[in-house]
């Protein structure tokens, strides 16, 4: 399974009458992406904004990212209104340094509870721009909304299928005439049968609309552990969808761009051997299947062979239990593990960082604080549609002005900034 | 909680699902629940059992009471809507 990434490098993007790249500089036909996104019924309006890293700008009602792919022999995001086939090998067209983010503001039914769709926020200027994959990327965002009256899944759905349609639809375009400033190969192959064997431990989360991670299009609610090729997530197979969780989700660029996947794939058969990826669900509602979870997924770590593995996870709370005891399962087969996390250990940082560990988990990398305030700045423009946020649900939503200056209770509405595959440069002190 | 109430001499009957989570900060009685959302009940389970199962539940909560133990000590309810 060999899969070869063609590069196109964007370092603008502007509106134009058709859509080309020259230059590095991305123009895209603003009507007519509309039309497309509008070509779904569930959606009643679209409109599109551009920003760039640097400007003083906010996105707000933030669904979703993915980077513009487009793969030859099709489908593209397969299970997004496409047959489903696996992704993985062949040849991909990617648009490097671009974000599609569709922003929605998603209704909110009830008070309380896992599956709200929260605010999801991301700067653009400033130190706190790092903290989510918008701040390095050239934007394009949709403003979206919904028509009345649908069914939470189906909410859910149509906002990611409009990021999808107009992700494929630019890297298409690209594909056909631009060529690409570079190619990037992704394949497990044979090599030095003495390094050592090192396994990906990929803990996602997903409980339905709102809280869910796609893979090729369904929910993985009911997953158990199971092995998937690196590529896949490489590809596009993964879908974010877990707007109850701003800080503590791994949006779909960051799967697309997985750390993790592609440090091991750069020392592939130079200091070790990337056996694989064991992709698996935390957050069940049982000890039974949390040790169900941590059996079946240190199992397959085993099958691999692997002498080492790395931890990620996703979401915060109970999760940590399926990740804690898959760690201990396979530090008692001899496989030594190392976990990447955030720390939850207060908007001071002075309280436990973890709420469950095991003696076993002696190595681990922090990703830095998901309580800690960040206070944001009045910014000019506001992006994701209309001027206002709604915070606190549990009050029954409170609107405050999007522009700022903003003070938040903790760090819960920053977008993706727990860093949850690595993918900040954020860490926490020792003290 | 359980911990303070405890130490001003009443004895406390933990029911959790999250048992482990319940070992870790020492907690004496500890009752197994049954699922996080429904620690003591279970809506797959027709109305009748499921009224039977809570009053199983708090019974056994009840007599957990009264059991000699030395620190943190897990007991399981036997019904058939605990799984």
Not at chain 2, 39 to 60: F, I, K, Y
Request: hydrophobic share 40%; glycine share 10%; charged share 25%.
């Amino acid at each position: 399974m060999r899969l070869e990434r063609h590069v196109h490098d964007v370092t603008q993007v502007a509106f134009g009458a058709r859509t080309e790249l020259s230059g590095g500089q991305l123009t895209l036909d603003r009507e007519r992406l509309a039309q497309i996104v509008l070509a779904d019924d569930r959606l009643a309006s679209c409109d599109i904004q551009l920003a760039a890293p640097g400007e003083s700008a906010r996105v707000v009602h933030i669904c979703d990212t993915v980077e513009p792919h487009w793969r030859t022999a099709g489908p593209t995001f397969p299970g997004w209104g496409s047959e489903i086939r696996s992704v993985g090998d062949g040849e991909t067209h990617r648009l490097a340094g671009v974000g599609v983010t569709a922003c929605c503001e998603l209704p909110w039914r009830k008070t309380g509870g896992i599956q709200i769709p929260r605010e999801n926020i991301a700067e653009l200027r400033g130190q706190v721009a790092e903290l989510s994959p918008l701040g390095s990327v050239q934007n394009v965002v949709l403003e979206l909304s919904l028509r009345d009256g649908l069914p939470d899944e189906e909410c859910d759905r149509a906002v990611h299928q409009a990021e999808m349609v107009v992700a494929q639809d630019l890297a298409r375009a690209i594909a056909a005439e631009h060529t690409a400033d570079r190619v990037e190969a992704f394949e497990l192959t044979l090599v030095d049968p003495g390094l050592p064997r090192v396994v990906y431990m990929a803990q996602i989360t997903s409980q339905g609309p709102f809280a869910g991670t796609f893979y090729y299009g369904g929910y993985l609610d009911r997953l158990m552990p199971t092995l998937v090729h690196p590529n896949e997530f490489l590809d596009g197979a993964l879908v974010d969808g877990n707007v109850a969780g701003p800080n503590i989700r791994i949006p779909t660029i960051v799967h697309q761009n997985n750390p993790v996947i592609t440090e091991l794939y750069r020392e592939h058969g130079r200091t070790l051997c990337f056996a694989g990826v064991v992709l698996s669900r935390g957050h069940y509602y049982g000890m039974d299947d949390k040790h169900r979870v941590a059996q079946q997924a240190s199992k397959l770590a085993r099958w691999l062979n692997a002498r080492g593995a790395i931890f990620t996870w996703e979401n915060a709370g109970n999760g940590l239990m399926e990740t804690m005891y898959t760690l201990q399962a396979c530090e008692r087969m001899g496989i030594k593990s190392v976990l990447i996390t955030f720390e939850h250990g207060g908007a001071r940082g002075d309280d436990s960082p973890l709420q469950f560990y095991v003696p076993e988990a002696i190595a681990m990398v922090s990703s830095g604080s998901m309580d800690e305030p960040l206070p944001l700045p009045e910014v000019e423009r506001v992006l994701g549609g209309g001027d206002t946020i709604r915070l606190n649900p549990q009050m029954g939503g409170e609107r405050v002005a999007a522009r700022g200056p903003l003070t938040l209770d903790w760090r819960l509405e920053m977008y993706a900034s727990a860093g949850q595959a690595g993918q900040t440069r954020y860490a926490r002190e020792d003290y | 909680m359980a911990k303070e109430i405890e130490r001003t001499g009443i004895p406390v009957a933990y029911v959790t699902t999250l048992t482990s989570l319940a070992e870790e900060i020492r907690a004496n009685r500890i009752v197994a629940g049954v699922r996080i959302p429904h620690p003591v009940g279970n809506p797959v389970l027709g109305a009748e059992t499921e009224r039977d199962l809570r009053t199983t539940m708090t019974q056994r909560a009840l007599e957990v009471l009264t059991e000699p133990v030395e620190g943190p000590s897990v007991f399981r309810v036997d019904h058939p809507g605990v799984r």
